[in-house]
């Protein structure tokens, strides 16, 4: 992500503080509400702010704080800062499956990866050059793919599901799409919800934290479980 830019959109729709504090409080109470003491505090507030200023959508037209911002500003910015506003109304979110780190048939280029949307099963190759320790092929992880010049980047947020409930997410995808109910979003801040769970309940099975037929606490975490 380019960071500069990314901190201009932001200052520039902070401007409207009341709606920042009602999209905050609508995205947290469908992901999870997170603490200060989370270790995911800092990915998943990033996270919150990529969804409010590249997805979140209002008024009529229905407009992200990106497009707005392009429709009000676009002509103040330089030829050289255009295309990265233009690549934040062009973001991909997605579950991500992990299908190759370092692509290339002659020379392997290690800052390159290969995923693919679970959703979709489309292919992309991201350019990533900050090291992703530990990651494998067929590992998933919510993340967002920005346009950055004729490249794709991760954004800085991140949410990895663990291993061994691959195959669950998979049948859990299959099956909605064969019922006809797969909405990708809500998917998503289910399985955030989950994995902030994962978090902080460390002595309970991942089986009964990733489990879509009797979800864990059901649908509110509340501050003193995660303390109990």
Same mark, same amino acid.
């Given at each position: 992500?380019?960071?500069?830019?990314?901190?201009?959109?932001?200052?520039?729709?902070?401007?409207?503080?009341?709606?920042?504090?009602?999209?905050?409080?609508?995205? +947290?109470?469908?992901?999870?509400?997170? %603490?200060?003491?989370?270790?995911?505090?800092?990915s998943r507030m990033q996270s919150f702010f990529n969804w409010y200023l590249l997805?979140?959508?209002?008024?009529?037209?229905?407009?992200?704080?990106?497009?707005? +911002?392009?429709?009000?500003?676009?002509?103040?910015?330089?030829?050289?800062?255009?295309? #990265? %506003? $233009? !690549?934040?109304?062009?973001?991909?979110?997605? $579950?991500?499956?992990?299908?190759?780190?370092?692509?290339?048939?002659?020379?392997? &280029?290690?800052?390159?990866?290969?995923?693919?949307?679970?959703?979709?099963?489309?292919?992309?190759?991201? #350019?990533?050059?900050?090291?992703?320790?530990?990651?494998?092929?067929?590992?998933?992880?919510?993340?967002?793919?920005?346009?950055?010049?004729?490249?794709?980047?991760?954004?800085?947020?991140?949410?990895?599901?663990? &291993?061994?409930?691959?195959?669950?997410?998979?049948?859990?995808?299959?099956?909605?799409?064969?019922? !006809? #109910?797969?909405?990708?979003?809500?998917?998503?801040?289910?399985?955030?919800?989950?994995?902030?769970? $994962?978090? &902080?309940?460390?002595?309970?099975?991942?089986?009964?934290?990733?489990? %879509?037929?009797?979800? +864990? $606490?059901?649908?509110?975490?509340?501050?003193?479980?995660?303390?109990?």
């Amino acid at each position: 992500m380019s960071h500069p830019q990314f901190e201009t959109l932001l200052a520039w729709a902070s401007e409207d503080r009341e709606d920042v504090i009602a999209a905050k409080r609508d995205y +947290f109470a469908s992901t999870g509400e997170v %603490f200060e003491d989370d270790p995911s505090f800092e990915s998943r507030m990033q996270s919150f702010f990529n969804w409010y200023l590249l997805d979140r959508v209002k008024g009529n037209p229905p407009l992200t704080p990106a497009q707005r +911002f392009l429709q009000e500003r676009g002509g103040e910015l330089s030829a050289a800062d255009k295309p #990265t %506003f $233009l !690549g934040f109304t062009k973001s991909r979110h997605s $579950l991500y499956e992990i299908r190759r780190v370092g692509v290339g048939l002659i020379k392997v &280029r290690e800052d390159l990866v290969k995923v693919r949307d679970a959703f979709t099963g489309d292919d992309y190759v991201v #350019t990533e050059r900050r090291r992703l320790p530990g990651l494998e092929k067929g590992d998933l992880l919510e993340a967002r793919l920005l346009p950055v010049g004729d490249t794709l980047q991760f954004s800085p947020a991140f949410t990895y599901h663990p &291993r061994p409930v691959r195959s669950l997410l998979l049948k859990e995808i299959k099956r909605r799409k064969k019922l !006809g #109910t797969l909405d990708a979003r809500a998917l998503c801040w289910e399985l955030e919800r989950m994995a902030l769970h $994962l978090e &902080r309940f460390r002595n309970i099975p991942i089986d009964k934290i990733y489990s %879509f037929e009797t979800p +864990f $606490l059901g649908e509110k975490h509340r501050r003193e479980g995660a303390h109990g």
